[in-house]
């Protein structure tokens, strides 16, 4: 088992940033690809960014150039940089992890974006 802890939401006005951060325990080994969704009220949960061990990100388009994702091996965790925060970036944040064919999902942390 894999286990997720999400940090770093909250409130913050238009054009402002936060960082997420999402720490990794468990049975870590195998961890591959990891990433954030996040899931507005009334919407889908649409995936934001990705990072795996090796090989390229992925950044959703309407985050592109405002998202950094990036990732600490050492200390399994994985962050989520967010600048120039729209009102529609508002959503649950999910951190997910993937190993082998399992996917494990943080509880979610609550991102609020005012105009």
């Known amino acids: 088992q894999v286990q997720l802890v999400e940090s770093g939401g909250g409130l913050v006005q238009a054009g402002g940033s936060l960082r997420l951060s999402c720490a990794a325990s468990g049975s870590i080994l195998g961890l591959n690809s990891m990433g954030w969704s996040r899931q507005a009220p009334g919407k889908q949960r649409e995936l934001v960014a990705r990072i795996p061990t090796g090989g390229s990100t992925y950044y959703a388009d309407s985050v592109k150039g405002r998202f950094t994702i990036s990732r600490d091996n050492a200390k399994n965790t994985v962050y989520l940089q967010m600048n120039s925060l729209k009102p529609e970036d508002t959503a649950v944040y999910y951190c997910?992890?993937?190993?082998?064919?399992?996917?494990?999902w943080g509880q979610g942390t609550q991102v609020t974006v005012s105009s």
């Open positions: 997910y992890g993937l190993q082998r064919s399992q996917v494990y």
